[in-house]
């Protein structure tokens, strides 16, 4: 049997230190992002190998070439959160000695932009954090708009976004249809991913939890993607790819797997989900789960017909199913 809607879409959320700097101390992260940057070039190979599209959703300010440059693209407006922890500029003047490679991967965004079936989204410019108390829709508009910018001055079109740590708010989709984007990333509808601001330890140990028992109700049909104002597709995630760690792993990657054949037998789309740095404490490990998991969809479309797809072309493919559909 073909199943012709059937999907696996992944995204990242590529961030470097951007995503990270108020959790972790970047003195000792050095290694961890040294790996990080060294696994992507293998994750393009593997990727095109084995023909599986991706959306890249990038930190803007990964653009820059260096400290020079990134002083250059400060906007003209940046978030006033109330926790000053949270901003990146703020961050930038307590730690003057910030190492380049931490921050900045132009050469990396442009492996990817030349990988096929590579789609660069947005993470915004700033890591931006759009249900923080202080920040404003106009800083949030002049923070995506420099990013699309500086994306465009690289020759990438920006479609796609993500919000920094699935902070989604919609009432920030108004800004993202008049600056261009076609498709954003939802959180699953599952209560324990409904406040991600707080994000609270009953919220972490379901969510902890969901990923190795629970039922398979992560995957959707391309008919359950709503459009806001018919121009953004609000496409759920389905399933972080945690880190790998000693404990539960075959449970974790067999829970995938079987979601994911769920999903190719049942017409749906499955969309993974994780940060390239995940893979940094353990690159050769996390090489080798990503491969058996690329491993079981060629099994599924051999046999089911899924295909690999990135945001933009489930976008259009969602688009084509409602019009068909209206017909």
């Known amino acids: 049997m073909t199943n012709l809607n059937s999907y696996l879409v992944i995204s990242l959320d590529f961030e470097l230190l951007w995503g990270v700097f ?45 400290w020079e ?27 003057s000695n910030l190492p380049e490679e ?29 249900l923080e108390e202080g ?19 690289k020759g990438c079109a920006i479609k796609s976004l993500v919000f920094p740590r699935n902070q989604f708010n919609e009432k920030y989709l108004k800004v993202c249809q008049d600056l261009g984007i076609h498709s954003v990333r939802i959180n699953p509808t599952n209560w324990y991913w409904n406040d991600v601001q707080s994000d609270g330890l009953l919220n972490k140990i379901f969510r902890s939890g969901d990923a190795y028992i629970g039922p398979k109700d992560k995957s959707y049909h391309i008919s359950e993607i709503e459009f806001y104002n018919n121009q953004i597709s609000l496409q759920k995630a389905s399933r972080f790819l945690r880190p790998h760690s000693s404990k ?36 050769n490990e996390s090489l080798l789960e990503l491969k058996e998991i690329i491993t079981h969809f060629k099994e599924c479309q051999s046999k089911f017909g899924m295909q690999s797809a990135n945001m933009e072309e489930i ?6 199913f409602h019009k068909t559909v209206e017909s």
Request: aromatic residues 14%; negative net charge.
């Open 22 to 66: 108020d959790k972790v101390d970047f003195r000792q992260k050095h290694q961890y992002f040294h790996n990080t940057r060294k696994v992507i070039p293998q994750l393009l190979k593997l990727f095109k190998d084995n023909e599986i599209n991706c959306t890249w959703a990038s930190v803007g300010m990964l653009f820059n070439a260096d």
């Open 69 to 95: 440059e990134w002083s250059q693209h400060n906007p003209t407006e940046v978030p006033s959160y109330i926790n000053k922890k949270l901003s990146p500029y703020s961050y930038k003047l307590n730690n």
């Open 102 to 130: 931490l921050c900045f991967a132009p050469e990396l965004l442009d492996q990817i932009y030349s990988t096929p079936g590579q789609e660069i989204g947005t993470h915004t410019y700033s890591h931006y954090y759009c």
């Open 135 to 153: 920040q404003s829709l106009e800083e949030f508009r002049v923070d995506l708009k420099l990013a699309i910018d500086l994306a465009a001055g």
């Open 248 to 283: 539960f792993n075959s449970i974790r990657l067999d829970r995938i797997k079987s979601e994911m054949s769920y999903a190719a037998k049942n017409d749906e789309i499955f969309h993974l989900w994780w940060h390239p740095h995940n893979f940094g404490d353990f690159p």
């Open 315 to 320: 976008h259009l493919a969602a688009q084509h």
